[in-house]
Structure formats: structure tokens, C-alpha cells
């Protein structure tokens, strides 16, 4: 078997990207950690993980070897062999999830025709592992935290239904390629037609993800870990790292359907073409600041340390630069889509993530009958009047020829009434609702 | 699982599902301590509570009898340890009651000065984490490091930051520092942007709003049948502060209001320590403005020998009413000391409140009565 023939070997592809995020998901997952605590430190006055490592780098590291060498616990009314399952099914399916996601044109496992059914159904799978290992555990908390799991999932799921469908609508195809495709021939971003979509979206997904504020599952001052009290050691890095895979997926459903996946901003417009240039001045930018910090390390080991960050960026900088300057039609050119496909999308992913991080850490909790109201009463019927919406615009704009942006003002502006009527009708209920248990109360 | 009623008004369960106990605490991130509380459940809905308590008993009313009257000065300051000035407070001018001798006027002020720095302390790391409990994170940072300048203030005081045994009997050992003066009405200047800080974060945050809106119902009755004193009597509407009834320190030479509630809900409770904040800050503006010259330590002795007899002490703790009762046998030693603290008979009332609530709002509840499990155990 020569090399070409091996070159021609259609899943030659999808194999290396599917060990490459098999291989670097945990890594990544670690990452997304450190920089959450990173991001959290630094919105409460702290500075976060400093210890291991230039500036806590190695933090992830460390945490992960802890982890695997600590004590593996199974209580000892567990139902064993589900106990040990339950997180597997989790990981599973929160991986298998990211398979038809593409991250950039040529990045992709599987591009398949009902890609976005796919990862919704597969990423379903996943509170199989929350409600199993609930239950498996044998304790009251961690039954009633899968039990709120379960409930939780299935009422923020439809609503992040209504507001795929309605992206959907506009793509007029499953296939996650495609869809990132027809944004490109529309030349605007699904979130500009579909604001409210986006919005309700994003709620839904931070519920489906269990964060805050809607942590309820692993509600910590509550329920002390959830669906995890009981785990520990390697089971439970499982279940964070599940946890924390669930968190790119939805972002990269988000990032695919609403926020243009892969695409350079103005990416059809030549006058912003000075962009390209944007992804490599970042990381030279970032490498600029490693070597300017490597001579106030204390220790030469992580001096060298910060060295080596600051050369991987330049490379990656390097990597970056060299498609975009490259004349067309060369080979380096052509690895440009790939390459800056790739950043772009990080790029996206890594901001709906920090709204994630941002809302945890400036919000209280909801309370659980208060997440079910806000699902059911509110989230749903305004993901349903935005998908009735965005139908009426591609009518308007389709069948009447109106405009595109008249259309879809149009809707919107309905639709966000719609929105603004139902937060003032569930603000009536509240208000009756505390009036009732005072008279209960003072009885 | 659900209830239903039936005309009647009696509540029965239908589907027969069975009620479980789930036992909360003694080890438990948001009981503060070792509280641990045992719960009656019906699905997620409270149907009866038990608090178990005395994980943290360390017999400090018997103690008391084994020592000299300014040897068990210190160990009050390890009963609310989050105001432990306090405590300080409270025991030596009880003991100074018994002898019949009074702190001189210096002194006094100096004493309300650091209580009230105490009481801002004490509400702070209430609000971190109360809020906490609620499931905001980022509020317990900025209220610690306000804390922490008031700490500071302590230590240049008095060398200690926690428990600081501040006060002797008879008045102060220390001298305030050079600096005092300046470092309180520095950061009583800068603390009343930092309060509207927190304010900005929760007070109008719909989440936050609906968290503690409704919860944890006390009527104003109920309260006082249960003795209930502190912020959390006065959220239920009744204005009683000790500083202003039976003043004591320097309390009657400033001006403060006393801030009510209406509903005496969680979040009624909230507002009522967000001001009390502003209320302590106004009152050590005032106090720094006129500190009297003079002697710190009145004419007591060496051995403090009260006359055989008995006192009833009490004065505003941030938490609520903190009383001594003294009783000596004319030894240097105290006959028997007892202590009130308000924490173990503001929790009485958590049974009341927490029922028919969500286990999320029990954690609210146990954090808006504001205890130290230090204080009630002993």
C-alpha cells in the first residue's frame, strides 16, 4: 500500500479527528477549568490558582493526576455495575456528540445528513449516566440531585428544540456543514434573523449543561455535589469531564447554527479581509506577553516554562500568518480554510463559553419550581412564537418577495413583545403568589 | 406525591408515596458549621425539621466557674467568634455591673467604636454567605475584603484579628493606636460606596428577589412568643434594639435609626442588615468625632472580688440579644455563668419557618437567622 493510496483512504480524515479529540478533549476540558477559575478570580478581586506552574498553567495537570490517583470509592450499598457504568455513559455520549460538529470545513468526523438530530439525540443519552448514577449511588442526595436532573433536562430540552428548529428554518438542512454553509451564501449570521431564537438558546443550553444559575442538579449548598456526592477519584473526573464536554457542545451547536460555526466575520465582504490577520496578531500578541513575563518567574524551571507557552503561540501565530500571506492557489493557501476555520470557531466557542462563566459568577440560584415556571411558562411559548416568527418572515420574504430586513424586524419585534407580555404576566402570578403565603403565613 | 386538601382544610397525601428523611449537616458546605439538621421531606417540600445540636459544645458556662473573673474574658470571644468584640463587650460590663464600678467615658466610646466595626464585620460574612447559600459566589470576596479592613484595625488595635479579647474590665488595656481615628473614618468613608456595591449585585436581582421573597415567613408574634431578638425580630416589624432601649457603652450620645422589616420574610431580613450596616458606619463616624481625653481603665482592682449577688447583662450582639447572668459567691472565682446567645434562640424558629418550604429554601432560612454554631453550642 504506497502512501497516496493511504492519502486516498476516505476515513483517513475522520479517524485523525477523532483521535485528536479523544486524545485533547481532557486537555482541553482541563483548560476550560483553569480559565474558569482564572476568569472567576479575577471577577472576585483574587488571583485564582498561581501555584503550579507560570501563573497556575499546570494547574489542569496537577488536578488530573490527583484525581487519578486517589482512592476509587464505591459505597457499599451501591449498586456496583451500574455505579461503574453510569459515568462511561455520560463521557460517551458527550463525546460521541461532537462527532458531526464542524469545526472547520475540513475538521469534521462525520457529515452526516441529519447531523444536528444527531447530536441533539446523542447528547441526550447523557442523563442516562446523571439519573443512573443517582440512583446506583444509594443516597438521598444524590437521587434527589438526578431526579432534578432528569426533570430539568427534558423541560430545557424542548426549548432548546423550539430554537434549533426555528435556525433550522433558515438553513433548510440537518447536515451541521451545510447549515454553516448557507450562512455563508446568506451573508449574515443565523443570531441577526433569529435574535430571540439565540437568546432562548442560550437560557436553555445553560440549564441543559446544569450551570449556574441553574445548578440545581449539583446544587453545592444544597445538595452537596448532586448526582456526584458519592463518586470520587477517576468516576468522578468522568462526570466532570462530561460535564465540561457538554458545555462545547452546546456551545458549538450554538456557535454552528447561530453564530456563523467556522466563518470569519464579514466573511463574503473583501473590505474586511484585513481580518485574516486578526487571528495571528492575537497569538503574537499573547506570545508577546509570555516572554515579557518570563524574567519575573521566581524559578528557572518556570521561566523556561513560560518560554515554551510563548514559543507555542508564535508557532501557532506563525501557522496562522503564513495561509493568509500566502499567494492564492499555493499550497499553504489552501491549508488556510482549515486552519483559520478552526480558530474562528475555537474563537466563538471560547466567547459563549465566558458568557457561561460570566452569569456563574454573578447570579444566585434559582430555586427548582422557580427553573420549571421559567422553562415552561416563559422559554417555551417564547421559543415557539419565535419559530411561528421566523416562519411568517421566510413567508413575507419567500412567498410576498417582501424585503429581508423589513420581514424579520417585523417578526422580531413580535416576537419580543410577545416575550415582554409573558415576564409581565409571570410577574403578576409572583407578586399573587407571595400575597397568598403571607395570608398563609400570618394564619 | 403531591398534597391535596380537601374541603375541611385537612391536607392529605395522595398516591401514598412515603416521606423520607434526609439528614442535613453535621457536615454540610452551607450549615454553617455543625449544624446538622434533620429533615422530613415529602418529594423536595419540607414536612418537619429537627435541629441536632452540641457538635461543637465546649462547656464555656462551666469553664467560667474554674476561673478568675478576668481569666474568663477571653473565652467569650470563642463563642461568636465572627463578633467576637461582642461577646468582649457584653461579659465585661456585666462583671462590671457586679462590682458597681462604670468604664470611663474614653473607654466607653473606644468600645462602641470597635462593637459597631464588629457588627459590620459580623453582617458582612452574614451577606457572603447568605448569598453564597443562594448560590451567588462572587459576593462573599467583596465582603471579605471589606472585613478584612476592619480586621486590620483590630490587629494594629489590639494585635488580634478573630478573637480578640479587646476589652478588660473596668474599661480598655489598650490604648487606640495612633492612626485609630483616621483608619476608621477611612474606611467608613469608603464602606458606604461598597455597600451600594452589594446593593447593585442583589437587592433588585430578580433571581435574588425571588429566592428570598416569601421565605421563610416569622409574624411578628411568633417571634416574640419565641424569643427571637436581633435583625431578624426587627424584620418581622417590631422595633427593638437594646442599644436604644436599655442603652448601654456610649449608645445614648449618637444619633441611628433602628431599620424595620414588614414582612418579616428573608429578604425583609436582608434589607434590615444592609441598613444596620449604614446605621453601625454613621454611629463610628459620629464616635470618632468625639473620642473624650481621660483615663481608659476605671478604679478596679488586681483580684476582681465582687460582693456575693447576682446580674442580668445584656446588650445588642449583632446576631441578637446576648445577656449574662453572673452569679457570685464573693470569691474571686464566678459561682455560675450563664450565658444567652442569640443564635440558639433565633434557630427555635427554624422549624417554624422551613415548613411547607423547598429543601433550596431551608439553606436560605439557616442562613438568614444568621448563627454561629460557636455561640450555639458553647
Known amino acids: ?443 | 406525591m403531591g398534597t391535596t386538601r380537601i374541603p375541611g382544610g385537612v391536607e392529605t397525601t395522595v398516591l401514598g408515596a412515603d416521606e423520607i428523611i434526609l439528614n442535613m449537616g453535621p457536615q454540610h458546605p452551607s450549615t454553617h458549621g455543625v449544624l446538622r439538621v434533620k429533615l422530613r421531606l415529602d418529594g423536595e417540600k419540607v414536612a418537619g425539621s429537627e435541629c441536632v445540636i452540641g457538635y461543637l459544645h465546649r462547656g464555656v458556662e462551666k469553664i467560667a466557674e474554674h476561673r478568675n473573673y478576668q481569666q474568663f474574658a477571653p473565652y467569650v470571644d470563642r463563642m461568636d467568634y465572627i463578633a467576637a468584640v461582642s461577646n468582649g463587650l457584653g461579659y465585661c460590663e456585666a462583671v462590671e455591673k457586679l462590682l458597681g464600678v462604670e468604664a470611663p467615658p474614653r473607654a466607653r466610646v473606644i468600645r462602641t467604636i470597635l462593637t459597631e466595626l464588629g457588627r459590620i464585620a459580623s453582617h458582612l460574612f452574614w451577606l457572603g454567605t447568605h448569598a453564597l447559600d443562594i448560590g451567588a459566589l462572587t459576593p462573599l470576596f467583596y465582603c471579605l475584603r471589606e472585613r478584612e479592613e476592619i480586621l486590620k484595625i483590630y490587629e494594629n488595635y489590639c494585635g488580634a484579628r478573630l478573637t480578640t479579647h479587646a476589652f478588660r474590665v473596668g474599661g480598655l488595656q489598650y490604648e487606640a493606636y495612633d492612626e485609630f481615628e483616621k483608619d476608621v473614618e477611612r474606611f467608613c468613608k469608603e464602606f458606604d460606596r461598597r455597600v451600594n456595591e452589594y446593593e447593585a449585585l442583589l437587592t433588585e436581582n430578580r433571581i435574588w428577589v425571588g429566592r428570598t421573597k416569601g421565605i421563610g415567613i416569622l409574624s411578628a408574634h411568633d417571634a416574640i412568643a419565641m424569643g427571637v431578638t436581633g435583625p431578624v425580630l426587627r424584620a418581622s416589624g417590631v422595633q427593638w434594639d437594646l442599644r436604644k432601649a436599655i442603652p448601654y457603652a456610649a449608645y445614648d450620645q449618637f444619633e441611628f435609626s433602628i431599620p424595620t422589616g414588614k414582612n418579616g420574610d428573608t429578604y425583609d431580613r436582608y434589607l434590615v442588615r444592609m441598613e444596620e450596616m449604614r446605621q453601625s458606619r454613621n454611629i463610628c463616624l459620629q464616635a470618632i468625632e468625639k473620642i473624650p481625653t481621660g483615663p481608659i481603665l476605671g478604679k478596679v482592682g488586681k483580684v476582681l472580688k465582687p460582693p456575693p449577688g447576682e446580674v442580668y447583662h445584656s446588650i445588642e450582639a449583632p446576631k441578637g440579644e446576648l445577656g449574662y447572668y453572673i452569679v457570685s459567691d464573693g470569691t474571686t472565682q464566678p459561682y455560675r455563668v450563664r450565658i444567652r446567645p442569640p443564635s440558639l434562640i433565633n434557630l427555635e424558629a427554624l422549624d417554624q419557618m422551613v415548613r411547607g418550604h423547598l429543601v433550596a429554601d431551608v439553606v436560605a432560612i439557616i442562613g438568614t437567622l444568621d448563627i454561629v454554631l460557636g455561640e450555639v453550642d458553647r
Open chain 1, 1 to 443: 500500500m504506497d502512501l497516496n493510496a493511504i492519502l486516498q483512504w476516505p476515513h483517513l480524515v475522520p479517524l485523525i479527528c477523532a483521535l485528536a479529540i479523544v486524545l485533547v478533549l481532557p486537555l482541553v476540558a482541563g483548560y476550560i477549568v483553569l480559565v474558569e477559575r482564572k476568569v472567576m478570580a479575577d471577577m472576585q478581586v483574587r488571583l485564582g490558582p498561581m501555584r503550579v506552574g507560570p501563573h497556575g498553567l499546570l494547574q489542569p495537570i496537577a488536578d488530573a493526576l490527583k484525581l487519578l490517583l486517589k482512592e476509587d470509592i464505591i459505597p457499599e450499598n451501591a449498586d456496583r455495575y451500574i455505579f461503574w457504568l453510569a459515568p462511561l455513559i455520560s463521557v460517551t455520549a458527550a463525546m460521541l456528540a461532537l462527532s458531526t460538529v464542524p469545526i472547520g470545513p475540513v475538521f469534521l468526523i462525520a457529515d452526516l445528513n441529519i447531523g444536528l438530530l444527531f447530536i441533539l439525540g446523542v447528547g441526550a443519552l447523557g442523563i442516562f449516566g446523571i439519573v443512573l448514577g443517582g440512583w446506583a449511588s444509594n443516597s438521598h442526595y444524590s437521587l434527589l440531585g438526578a431526579l432534578r436532573s432528569a426533570a430539568q433536562l427534558v423541560s430545557y430540552e424542548t426549548s432548546a428544540g423550539m430554537a434549533v428548529v426555528g435556525a433550522l428554518l433558515l438553513a433548510g438542512t440537518l447536515s451541521t456543514k451545510a447549515i454553516v454553509e448557507r450562512q455563508a451564501q446568506d451573508g449574515v449570521w443565523f443570531i441577526f434573523a433569529a435574535p430571540v431564537g439565540f437568546f432562548v438558546y442560550l437560557v436553555a443550553s445553560i440549564a441543559e449543561t446544569n450551570r449556574a444559575p441553574f445548578d440545581m442538579p449539583e446544587a453545592e449548598s444544597e445538595l452537596v455535589a448532586g448526582y456526584m456526592t458519592e463518586y470520587s477519584g477517576f468516576r468522578w473526573a468522568l462526570y466532570f469531564l462530561a460535564e465540561y464536554t457538554n458545555m462545547i457542545v452546546v456551545a458549538s451547536i450554538a456557535t454552528t447554527l447561530f453564530l456563523g460555526g467556522y466563518l470569519r466575520p464579514f466573511a463574503g465582504t473583501p473590505l474586511f479581509d484585513f481580518l485574516d490577520y486578526l487571528p495571528a496578531l492575537l497569538l503574537l500578541l499573547v506570545a508577546g506577553y509570555c516572554f515579557y513575563r518570563v524574567p519575573k518567574q521566581p524559578v528557572g524551571v518556570q521561566k523556561g516554562f513560560m518560554a515554551v507557552v510563548g514559543l507555542l503561540c508564535g508557532g501557532m501565530a506563525l501557522l496562522l500568518a503564513l495561509p493568509a500571506a500566502a499567494p492564492a492557489g499555493s499550497l499553504l493557501a489552501g491549508a488556510k480554510p482549515g486552519l483559520h476555520g478552526a480558530f474562528w470557531f475555537v474563537a466563538k466557542v471560547g466567547a459563549y463559553l465566558y458568557v457561561f462563566m460570566w452569569l456563574r459568577f454573578t447570579f444566585p440560584r434559582y430555586r427548582f419550581d422557580q427553573l420549571m415556571r421559567l422553562g415552561w411558562q416563559f422559554l417555551l411559548p417564547v421559543g415557539m412564537v419565535n419559530l411561528a416568527g421566523i416562519a411568517v418572515a421566510l413567508a413575507l420574504h419567500r412567498g410576498l418577495g417582501w424585503g429581508v430586513v423589513p420581514s424579520f424586524a417585523l417578526t422580531t419585534a413580535l416576537t419580543v413583545a410577545v416575550a415582554a407580555y409573558l415576564v409581565w404576566i409571570g410577574e403578576k402570578q409572583e407578586v399573587r403568589k407571595i400575597g397568598e403565603e403571607e395570608t398563609a403565613g400570618n394564619a
